[in-house]
């Protein structure tokens, strides 16, 4: 992997779920809709002053979301943030970094 740049993109993990569990309500918040499904399919990853995490995920029927959520460094103790997200996605959409 390049310095800086997004890793390739992987299978979701337990983790890369988990990540996306924590920005779900902050998603909804903002979209002001629930999402009947919230599944983590494919992620990929960027070292910055912390990690930024590209992730699609399943929101039901064959509608999909990008997520971009920033992950501060461990010793700053701060929780997970939806820097920015995409939504009106489908499945064959390419993860890219926004």
């Known amino acids: 992997m390049m310095c800086g740049a997004p890793s390739a993109t992987q299978p979701a993990t337990a983790e890369t779920q988990h990540i996306a569990d924590q920005v779900r309500s902050q998603l909804e918040e ?3 809709k629930k999402f009947p499904v919230f599944k983590a399919v494919s992620f990929k990853s960027q070292v910055v002053a912390g990690t930024n ?11 999909f979301v990008h997520l971009r959520v920033f992950q501060s460094l461990p010793h700053e103790n701060k929780p997970l943030t ?16 926004f």
């Open 30 to 32: 903002k979209e002001n």
């Open 53 to 63: 995490y590209f992730i699609k995920v399943h929101v039901g029927d064959e509608d």
């Open 82 to 97: 939806l820097s920015n997200y995409q939504t009106n996605k489908a499945k064959h959409d390419e993860l890219t970094y």
